[in-house]
């Protein structure tokens, strides 16, 4: 088994990940932006990555996709949903985890994890986009900060403005308002992050909340989200290391086990 | 499957028109379980459950609010733009907030003149049953006899003719072989290998609401005798499903979860006849006995008598929900409750906890409407649930 | 809609008109209290619903508490009792906690506002975090077949998480032409039989015996305090209304929740005695009456002041259906069960029956608009506005418009949609001119 | 001295102003609602009366409409855009009877009657779907101008189904469509197929009746436009500045009044 390559492929909405694990330990990953017309081809990334890694396709054992794409990845043997991946990339970093929430940009999600890391129960965020990472990027673009620095920002508000709207369209124009009131920026992210956080959290609560929590996905890279979240949780919350790939690198640690028995 | 079966769901409309015209007899819809079939089967009618279509409403809209099921909405749709202009009546029973009131707008809607008398109707083309919330007690057996008894009486008025209790005996002597065949049917569903998978068990079902009962009795006893011979095996993660009245939607999610690797080995479906659990009594006064029957349906809906030493509160669904999935070992259990669906909806929690502190089963929980678009955006969590009981 | 919300339009906090009106909050305050010292002393407490017939709980000693209207006042009162706007209410506190227990969020805001109550009791232990300390905990819980599903669900649901005796009355339904009918004798049989199967139920979780006697003399107070209600309901529809909806439903408390009890009867007496004043002397709810409105549905508790909206053009609201009785027929002291029985099956529960109850009630109270609250939680509410409002233009040439929202539930409730929908309305009615 | 007043209206997305002298109009503008409200309002008003050389001052009634009616310093009176939108178009088009205004957040259905009186309207819920937002969000998708949508759509043979109406997910499934190569006017097609069938929906709760008009930003949308006249079987009157038809009702309004 020694040295086997696995590869996980995770095709979201808005980016497309790829990691390469080789006998267990994390070769090389690579993220695409979807947006980018640029961009590779999921195929020739990992061409690219293993040409890099000096490796050649063949010597590829399994290849599993994951993502709402996930069907899209011919090269794939095997599927597996987000939930899974997600909970076994985090658990492969933090044995500990036993909750799992994954912020992705369309999509938000609680998963239970048992001592051995299986998914034992999970639950998603409804039909509408409110409090997920495109929410946050919607009104990135309004406040003209990057989604990189939102977090940052929040943190060092002064106070936080109420946003109440449910929808990603009003709310973005009654983040406009408030800006036209003068309100301040930090106060504004703020109050836009704490909105965010309620409604993760309360998939956190449906799922129960067992420590330790970790998160993953695109939001949980926002400093201002994890720290609104462990104010309510009242819990410390850990994110691994490029908390963006952990669904590519649980697909591929996922190819390991289904080498085994496929 | 049974191409018969197949036939008649693809196209019912047109089966019932040609049962109708090859027969000369009459055909009667009906929006729920609860309907009492066997009193229209004596009559020598035809009894067929209207159900809805997942299209987009054209002219129910205008008079229904959006908040409220869209499968009862889409019904009253159908009706409306005439599509089920060839039945010759229709039952609606007092079976959940929006149905009963379904009685007015199918009035209004789908207008049919008749003979008046003081302003009232004398034969109605659209007939209520006020069917009791509570399913046990003391005098609701006498209620709901005379309910029935109303209704078969509208019913002779509208028909021009005697129901005489030998009609009642014939026709639930069909429909208590009918009632057996689903149950060796759904003995066969506990076993594993499944002989059946799911969606083919689920078309057996959906087509006995469509058929004449002696020609899907006759069909299934074929039917079982093949799959007694255990030639045909399904195989996947177990389970159990329980989803409000949404038939092509219901039958879509079958496929879908047996795409994700699963098998549906036993249900608690509002469109479906697994209700009924026992066969009508056939001694003593059928109308008695068919009442009897009627109250025996566990619907979400139905409450019943406690008892404060003996029986606090009712705890039928929870028992029926838990013999579903042990009797079936199923591994894991997905409710599908359409939008609206109050008596499920609240339901619910109570039943999620139950299953997963005393039997330990996961469960997963969709909500949804009646659209096939809205089942693709929940396709991704059945894989993933079904993953994570296989593994 | 962003530039709205900085103008936000304030209402006036709902106002009284008349004197009795203010007095319902002591009423239900003294209630409470009288529950909490009950359940300390060991008196039986039973929750229990609107369309329950109370005077069983009263003859029978029961303390019966009401999860509607526990949420009711859950949306109007915030966590300790504060005025501090920062602080959510207490039903938007507990709605979400039934929320996190996968409770649909369509589901009846009371529903969501009662069982969160439950879910957070038994969580803390505390059973008094809640406005008015929270309801005590029950011995019992009763409910009724009437009216809506949820009903029932909802509190079989409570009974099996509290482990408590549970109930149900189940109430025939009806359907027919019109909207007042005799019951068939075997509708009258069976509710009658609900009704003594109840009071056995009662005894049995009580110990105390039912008596006749002690029936009769609540249904005494009860049958007199309705006919002073119907006194009042035929003074409400004098012109200038004396008396608007506001007081209508902040007035419905006693009689909705205590008949059959001599404070209650002194209650509506006084209101009465006010009321005639009031019209004889020819004093409005506001000075100039211009246009006069019906509200149909059930109010939005969390929010009494949208009654007052429309005073600045000149209209009132005059007459809300939603908890005014019936004239009952007289009393039978011989048989004082189906009495009860077939008074309360007087009325058809059909969507036929609503719609021509409130074309009637349009015309009986001169109404010249009509606001339809369209309480997308609710569904015996909402599923017949469509057909009032086509029938009320059709059959009266009365216009209406419809609000969006919960009962209890704010987070459901558009302020700014609303009152843009509130003053397009007050404008179409002012161009109308005065009714003919 | 002439009698010249003024109709002002303050919408979520744009602002427009309406300046009429004895009966006809003599100056419009048309500008975003941006920053501070009243001072959108200022702008506004100031961009319409420099066309005529005029001053606040020489204005005799000023009502105003739209979202932002409020905060209108200058304004003698406040009127909804319901009526407003009823006044304006049936000074346009006499005989119209239904209307449908699609505006930036969000659309109504007016019916009206033979004066021009609005007699009963239904307004869009607490969701933008199906709004003048929604479709800059997919125009931006696109990688189109707003301005190019409707024209784009008329080149498509077929329509795609769109599923979902929110403006989030709405996008990055439209953006999924280009990437698998499905070509813009397809897309197009299937987004205005599905405002048409929403804001259907909200015609049918007034009642249609056949002479109809629609105004508001959306109607510039041929796309849209003639989706829904597919589905009504009618056609629509459309004024030549639909977006105005609210200020030059409140105008008419002034008028009236002043």
Redesign the interface.
């Known amino acids: 088994m020694e040295g086997k390559i696995c590869v996980g492929v995770d095709v979201g909405t808005h980016s497309t990940k790829v990691a390469i694990l080789r006998g267990g330990e994390i070769l090389a990953t690579r993220v695409m932006r979807a947006q980018d017309p640029e961009a590779e081809t999921p195929e020739a990334a990992l061409r690219a990555m293993l040409a890099e890694a000096g490796l050649s396709w063949k010597e590829v054992s399994f290849t599993v996709a994951t993502g709402v794409g996930r069907d899209t990845i011919p090269f794939a043997q095997r599927t597996r949903s987000e939930q899974l991946c997600h909970a076994r990339g985090a658990y492969y970093h933090f044995p500990q985890a036993r909750t799992v929430l994954d912020i992705g940009s369309e999509g938000v999600r609680a998963m239970r994890l048992n001592e051995k890391g299986e998914v034992r129960d999970f639950v998603c965020n409804s039909k509408c986009a409110a409090g997920t990472g495109a929410f946050l990027e919607v009104i990135s673009e309004v406040l003209e900060v990057s989604i990189g620095e939102m977090g940052e920002l929040a943190l060092r508000a002064p106070g936080r403005e109420m946003v109440s709207s449910y929808c990603t369209v009003f709310a973005e124009s009654e983040v406009i308002s408030l800006i036209h009131r003068g309100r301040s920026k930090w106060s504004i992210l703020a109050g836009v992050i704490q909105a965010v956080a309620e409604r993760s959290f309360e998939l956190l609560k449906k799922i129960g909340l067992r420590p330790q929590v970790v998160l993953t996905g695109g939001g949980s890279q926002n400093p201002g989200l994890k720290k609104a979240l462990e104010e309510m949780a009242g819990e410390e919350m850990w994110v691994p290391p490029e908390p963006q790939i952990i669904g590519a690198l649980g697909a591929a640690l996922w190819g390991e086990v289904l080498t085994i028995s496929p | 499957m049974i191409e018969e079966f197949e036939k008649t769901i693809q196209d019912r409309h047109q089966a019932a028109m040609q049962w109708k015209e090859a027969n000369q007899k009459k055909v009667f819809g009906y929006l729920c379980c609860l309907t009492p079939e066997t009193i229209l089967h004596a009559a020598d009618v035809l009894p067929v459950r209207i159900f809805g279509s997942p299209e987009k409403l054209q002219v129910a809209d205008e008079h229904l609010v959006p908040y409220g099921c869209r499968y009862a909405a889409s019904c009253l749709d159908l009706a409306a733009r005439g599509v089920y202009d060839y039945l010759d009546g229709v039952v609606i029973p007092n079976s959940c907030d929006l149905i009963s009131k379904l009685e007015y707008w199918w009035k209004e809607l789908v207008p049919r003149k008749g003979p008046t008398l003081a302003g009232v109707e004398l034969c109605p083309y659209v007939l209520y049953i006020a069917y009791p919330e509570k399913r046990t007690g003391r005098k609701v057996l006498d209620y709901y006899k005379h309910e029935l008894r109303e209704f078969k009486q509208a019913l002779e008025r509208g028909l021009r003719r005697e129901i005489t209790d030998e009609d009642l005996s014939r026709a639930i002597a069909v429909y208590n072989e009918h009632y057996q065949l689903m149950g060796q049917l759904k003995e066969l569903r506990k076993r594993s290998p499944l002989p059946i998978s799911g969606s083919e068990a689920w078309q057996i079902e959906y087509a006995s609401q469509l058929m004449p009962k002696e020609q899907h009795n006759r069909l299934l006893k074929g039917q079982l005798d093949q799959l007694s011979q255990g030639t045909k095996a399904a195989s996947g993660v177990r389970i159990f499903l329980s989803a409000s009245a949404t038939d092509v939607v219901n039958a879509r999610l079958y496929q879908i979860i047996e795409k994700a690797g699963g098998q549906v080995v036993s249900e608690d479906i509002s469109c479906h006849t697994s209700y009924y659990g026992n066969t009508i009594q056939t001694n003593g006064d059928p109308l008695t006995a068919i009442a009897q029957h009627s109250l025996e349906i566990d619907c979400p809906r139905s409450t019943e008598t406690c008892s404060p030493a003996t029986y606090p509160y009712p705890t039928s669904r929870w028992d029926r929900t838990r013999s579903r999935l042990e009797g079936y070992n199923a591994q894991g259990a997905i409710f599908y409750i359409i939008n609206y669906c109050e008596c499920r909806a609240i339901e619910y929690p109570y039943l999620r906890d139950k299953i997963r502190e005393e039997l330990d089963i996961p469960v997963l929980l969709l909500q949804g409407d009646y659209s096939l678009e809205g089942l693709e955006q929940v396709r991704g969590r059945i894989e993933a649930f079904v993953e994570m009981i296989g593994g | ?7 936000r ?1 304030k209402t006036s906090k709902s106002k009284k008109s008349i004197q009795t009106a203010t007095e319902t909050w002591a009423f239900i305050k003294e209630d409470y209290a009288n529950g909490h010292k009950g359940k300390a002393e060991g008196r039986p407490i039973a929750w229990s619903c609107a369309a329950m017939d109370k005077e069983l709980y009263h003859c029978m000693g029961v303390l019966p508490f009401f999860p509607e209207q526990f949420a009711a006042l859950s949306a109007v009162q915030r966590r300790g009792g504060t005025r501090d706007e920062s602080v959510e209410k207490e039903a938007v506190r507990f709605a ?1 906690a039934a ?6 969020s ?3 805001g009371y ?1 969501r506002v009662a069982t969160g109550f439950v879910i957070e009791s038994l969580r803390t232990g505390d059973w008094h975090d809640a406005p008015l300390g929270g309801m005590p905990k029950p011995d ?2 009763v409910t009724t ?1 009437c009216v ?3 009903r ?3 509190f ?2 409570m ?3 509290l ?6 009355m ?1 109430r ?4 027919f ?1 019109g909207i007042l009918s005799t019951p068939k004798e ?2 009258v ?2 509710y009658a ?2 009704i003594e ?1 109840c009071l056995t ?1 009662i005894e ?2 009580t110990g105390t015996r039912y008596d006749p006697a002690r029936l009769n003399e609540c249904l005494d107070w009860a049958y007199k305090t309705n006919n002073v209600r119907q006194e009042i309901l035929q003074l409400r529809k004098a012109v200038p209304s004396p008396m608007g909806c506001a007081d209508g439903f902040g007035t419905m408390y006693p009689g909705m929740y205590q008949s059959g009890t001599k404070r209650c009867y002194d209650f509506y007496a006084k209101m009465r005695d006010e009321l005639r004043e009031r019209v004889e002397k020819g004093i409005g709810q506001i000075e100039n009456e211009r246009f006069r409105l019906l509200w149909y549905g059930l109010p939005t508790w969390y929010n009494m002041g949208i009654f007052n909206y429309f005073e600045k053009f000149g209209g009132v609201f005059v007459y809300e259906p939603a908890y005014n009785p019936d004239p009952w027929p007289p009393r039978r002291p011989e048989e004082p069960i189906r009495e009860i029985a077939h008074r309360f099956l007087l009325r058809g529960t ?3 029956n609503v719609v021509d109850s409130i074309l009637h009630d349009c015309q009986e109270y001169k109404i010249s608009g009509a606001v339809l609250s ?1 309480l ?2 609710c ?2 509410i ?6 009032i409002s086509a029938a009320l ?1 059709k059959e009266l040439g009365i ?1 209406s ?1 419809n609000l ?1 929202g919960d009962l209890v539930d704010e987070r459901l409730f ?1 302020e ?2 609303v009152y ?2 509130l ?2 309305f007050a ?2 009615l002012l ?2 001119g005065p009714r003919a | 001295m002439d009698h010249i007043i003024a109709g002002i209206d303050i919408g979520s997305a744009t602002s427009k102003v309406v300046i009429l002298r004895e009966g006809g109009i003599v100056a419009s503008s048309l500008i975003r609602t941006g920053a501070d409200s009243a001072d959108t309002a200022h702008r506004a008003m100031a961009m319409a009366l420099k066309e005529i050389g005029l001053g606040l001052a020489d204005l005799h009634y000023i009502v105003a409409t739209g979202y932002g009616r409020i905060i209108v310093p200058f304004a003698h009176e406040i009127i909804t855009e319901i009526a407003c939108h009823a006044k304006g178009t049936h000074f346009v088009f006499p005989h119209v009877r239904t209307i449908l205004d699609m505006g930036g957040q969000d659309c109504k259905a007016i019916r009206i009657d033979e004066r021009g009186l609005h007699t009963s309207f239904a307004m869009n819920d607490k969701c933008a779907a199906g709004t003048g937002r929604f479709l800059e969000a997919m125009a931006r998708a696109l990688d189109l101008s707003i301005q190019e949508l409707g024209p784009l759509s008329l080149q498509a043979s077929e329509s795609v189904a769109v599923s979902s109406m929110c403006a989030v997910f709405a996008k990055s499934e439209v953006t999924a469509m280009a990437r698998r190569g499905i070509p813009q006017s397809t897309i197009l097609a299937g987004l205005h197929e599905a405002i048409a069938e929403r804001v259907h929906g909200l015609l049918k709760r007034v009642g249609i009746e056949p002479e109809f008009a629609i105004s508001g930003g959306i109607a510039k949308n041929v796309g849209v436009v003639r989706k829904l006249e597919e589905r009504l079987g009618l056609k629509a009157h459309i004024a030549p500045e639909p977006q105005i038809m609210g200020a030059l009702g409140a105008a008419l309004f002034a008028a009236e009044r002043g």
């Open positions: 809609m962003s530039i709205q919300q900085e103008q339009i979400r929320e996190q227990e996968d409770y649909a369509y589901l009846c529903q019992m819980i077949s809506c599903d949820v029932v669900k909802w079989e649901d009974a099996q998480r482990n408590v005796p549970y109930f149900c189940d025939p339904e009806r359907i032409k075997h509708e049989d069976y039989s609900q199967d139920f049995e979780v059909g969507m036929g369209y997308i939680t569904r015996p909402v599923f017949p506005a469509v057909e233009e216009p418009v969006e558009s700014g949609q843009t929908r003053d397009a404008e179409q161009q109308r």
